[in-house]
């Protein structure tokens, strides 16, 4: 589904990811972690082509990322960066709808499948007694459930979604991440997310890409990614790991800071 080969991003003459390569097949959740200013949010911008890559780096279903069209990649893939803002006259209702433009040709008016899609998004995010709403007069939970459901209502193969748990408090990030989990069951669709819980990273993910100062630490599963040894290496800190009592995965601990 999404083929990384060798990417490397260079901003005003700074290198920020460093040949960075991994493989993700179709249906997979795979989390992107690491330290702040590690170039994880700067991955996510090259692999959505927010930033421009360099050509035969990123692949979609072996189409090169760079040979497509800017609308077929909004059908295939759908981006949410951390910082959303929508006109202040915009209600959600409208908001999702624009979910459905990659789909439409210029002018084009809805049609029943995508009032069904809609409909659907908007049920899905647990948004229906908000769909009146102004965007803007959302709390910071419900606003982003409002861009997510914009984003399932595109239909994507795959969803990129960057620090979706940010400036949420703990009910509303396991209320989103398990809502993220459930449309990967419910559709098959491919999401990448950037996150800085591990622990959340290890629960809701098949795959975790660890990367520190831009490049790729270990590229795996849980159980190969979550140890001792790497987190002490990569964020300089000593934890404990053992078994979540009801996911099974490896859960983290952390001690303190690692002694030099």
């Not at 029943?112 to 409909?119: C, F, P, T």
């Not at 419900?142 to 595109?154: D, G, K, T």
Request: some cysteine; glycine content about 6%.
């Amino acid at each position: 589904m999404l083929d990384v080969q060798n990417l490397s991003v260079e901003l005003e003459h700074k290198s920020i990811v460093k040949n960075l390569s991994f493989k993700i097949e179709s249906g997979e959740i795979v989390s992107i972690i690491g330290p702040n200013g590690s170039g994880k949010s700067t991955a996510l911008k090259a692999i959505s082509r927010m930033i421009v890559p360099g050509e035969d780096t990123v692949y979609i279903n072996g189409d090169d990322l760079i040979s497509l069209k800017s609308k077929d990649i909004s059908k295939r893939m759908s981006v949410l960066f951390q910082s959303n803002e929508a006109p202040a006259d915009l209600t959600v209702e409208q908001l999702v709808e624009y979910g459905r433009t990659p789909h439409k040709k210029w002018f084009e008016r809805l049609n029943d499948e995508d009032v069904e899609i809609i409909d659907w998004a908007i049920e899905k995010t647990g948004l229906e007694k908000f769909r009146d709403r102004l965007v803007i007069s959302l709390s910071g939970g419900e606003a982003q459930r409002a861009w997510i459901a914009m984003s399932l209502a595109q239909r994507p193969k795959i969803l990129l979604l960057d620090e979706p748990t940010t400036y949420l408090d703990i009910a509303h990030q396991l209320q989103l991440l398990e809502l993220i989990h459930s449309v990967n069951k419910e559709l098959g669709m491919t999401i990448v997310m950037v996150l800085h819980d591990l622990n959340q990273a290890s629960i809701y993910s098949d795959k975790i890409c660890v990367i520190k100062d831009g490049a790729m630490v270990r590229y795996g599963t849980s159980e190969e990614v979550m140890t001792r040894e790497l987190i002490r290496k990569v964020y300089h800190v000593d934890c404990e790991i053992d078994q979540h009592f009801k996911h099974g995965k490896p859960r983290v601990s952390l001690i303190g800071i690692a002694e030099e």
